[in-house]
């Protein structure tokens, strides 16, 4: 829960003007296309501490170095203040149910003569979505998985979310099948895992703004972007899901979060329950 004065330290939030405020709002939806104009407490309580902690003894001070400067350690403090890195391993498992039972054999059928998949994690997080799609994957193939180029792109706007995720280092939910503790875990001493090499090297971690161009090398089979666009408004979230479409093959996937939807103009159809097909 959070402290109710955005602190621990026991100092009261920061005020922000209404000028500063719209900003910095501002510049964030313009430029990561989260929406915070409904957050000023939020922006407030997070981050006056890291604020105070930089030597700071105002907002205005702050955003003024921010949108001039437009450092990047400075903005991905605030984003990773401002949003929220929270991800877990067999998350929304009815939805990964219908990937592993439709999805990945029609992949499977699709692709046997080149035997490459083409699949994007967008907005990883801490990596527990990628490297569940590739145990997934790995259990589906079996032996041939060695066969098969089944590497995964992930990728987040947080420099720090994708340290954390290289590490590949959890505290495991007790949804975690004992027989892929013992296939894709190491155990540590102090009760944490670490997800094995092979599974490590199967997902390629990269930064990169979703408000940006996709433009990478192939398009993909699977694009998904799970518990994202809770944070963009109507018209980003439209314009994404183009770009989405744009990027994904014929007949490709795009899988959200059961908490989201698309607008009923969107391009893909629906299959299920977030769940959606070019």
């Not at 979505?129 to 066969?147: C, H």
């Not at 590497?151 to 947080?158: G, K, Y």
Request: proline share 4%; net charge positive; hydrophobic share 35%.
């Amino acid at each position: 829960m959070e402290n109710k004065q955005g602190t621990g330290s026991g100092f009261a939030p920061m005020t922000i003007s209404d000028a500063d405020f719209k900003r910095l709002v501002s510049f964030i939806q313009s430029t990561y296309g989260i929406d915070l104009t409904q957050k000023k407490q939020l922006i407030t309580g997070r981050l006056s501490p890291a604020i105070r902690k930089l030597g700071y003894r105002n907002f205005s001070d702050f955003v003024s170095h921010v949108l001039e400067k437009k450092e990047n350690d400075d903005i991905i403090l605030v984003l990773n203040k401002l949003t929220t890195n929270y991800t877990f391993f067999m998350r929304e498992k009815e939805h990964l149910d219908y990937f592993c039972q439709n999805i990945i054999p029609e992949l499977v059928r699709r692709h046997q003569k080149d035997k490459c998949l083409s699949i994007w994690s967008a907005g990883c997080s801490s990596g527990e979505e990628p490297y569940n799609i590739t145990m997934f994957l790995y259990d589906y193939l079996g032996a041939q998985a060695n066969q098969w180029d089944t590497r995964i792109l992930a990728s987040d706007i947080s420099a720090q979310a994708l340290a954390s995720a290289k590490r590949g280092v959890y505290s495991l939910p007790d949804t975690i099948p004992q027989e892929w503790k013992r296939k894709y875990f190491t155990a540590n001493k102090d009760g944490t895992y670490t997800v094995t090499p092979a599974v490590r090297n199967n997902v390629i971690f990269q930064t990169f703004n979703l408000m940006d161009p996709i433009r990478f090398r192939r398009k993909f089979d699977v694009i998904f972007c799970r518990n994202v666009m809770i944070y963009f408004d109507q018209p980003t979230k439209d314009a994404l899901v183009r770009r989405f479409y744009d990027a994904t093959v014929p007949g490709g996937y795009l899988l959200i979060s059961a908490s989201e939807n698309l607008s009923q103009n969107a391009p893909y159809r629906r299959l299920a329950t977030a769940t959606f097909q070019k």
